[in-house]
């Protein structure tokens, strides 16, 4: 028992730390990072990543589609799956300049972004706990306080959520981009999977500026929301409830 209210110590005075100093430092921190050069590019093209992918020269094959060959030529594409294209893009067994690389210049920046989705979840995870453990036992009446602490408890797992889809995100830009890249590499002569790329690339550094003012305004949010509600977080029901009857 002793060891449970050890427990309950610290996390009510970590998150009380959180709310009340964590929280506004973080906010102005995030709020800088926001006015660095890195993150304020105005023009897209100088976040661009070079592919070094060479478009192969043609090479003419012979007509399939005389004869006996066109013949055979159909059943082979009737067996294969219907009335698919016959045209199959390059086989790539190696990149020729070795390792395609990712955009450097994006690299850098979800490296910078990620620590701070990461601290978020884990300080929203933190206080949460500290409020469902200020819940007090279910009773009639007098639950004002009570439904302040579960909006504050939503709240916190809301931000935890939309903290989490950020990483989903970036994950899904890396195989977006992956799966362009080897496009590009099996059909190097289409133009448009090249620049898909560097769309998907400026579209990514767009939403990661967005995810940083949204990192600041969720800390800004839940900040002003406890500190606002701070006397009813703690103390739910009033002390003095018995004497209206």
């Known amino acids: 028992m002793s060891s449970l209210l050890k427990v309950d110590n610290e996390i009510k005075t970590k998150a009380e730390d959180l709310v009340a100093n964590f929280f506004p430092n973080k906010l102005l921190e995030l709020d800088h990072f926001l006015k660095d050069p890195i993150i304020n590019i105005t023009e897209l093209k100088e976040i661009h990543s070079e592919i070094n992918l060479t478009v192969p020269d043609p ?6 589609h005389d004869g006996l060959e066109a013949q055979n030529a159909k059943k082979r594409k009737l067996e294969d799956g219907g009335g698919e294209d016959m045209v199959t893009g390059t086989k790539v067994f190696v990149m020729p300049g070795g390792m395609m690389k990712s955009n450097a210049n994006l690299v ?17 995870n933190t206080v949460k706990m500290w409020v ?9 009446g007098n639950n004002f306080g009570v ?13 935890e959520g939309e903290a989490a889809s ?23 002569h289409v133009e448009d999977y090249r620049r898909t790329v560097t769309e998907i690339d400026e579209k990514e550094y767009i939403s990661l500026k967005i995810i940083v003012s949204e990192l600041r305004n969720q800390y800004v949010t839940l900040h002003d929301m406890i500190l606002k509600n701070i ?3 703690k103390r739910p029901r009033s002390c003095n409830a018995d004497a209206l009857y």
């Open 166 to 188: 950020y990483l989903d995100q970036i994950s899904r830009y890396y195989i977006t981009r992956a799966k362009l890249v080897s496009k590009i590499a099996k059909y190097p």
């Open 59 to 64: 090479i003419l094959l012979s007509n399939l």
């Open 231 to 233: 006397e009813k977080i």
């Open 147 to 159: 439904s302040i602490q579960e909006e504050t408890v939503a709240e916190l797992r809301t931000v």
């Open 132 to 140: 469902q453990l200020l819940i007090p036992r279910i009773e009639d």
């Open 108 to 124: 850098d920046l979800i490296e910078k972004v990620k620590p701070e989705i990461r601290t978020l979840i884990e300080k929203c």
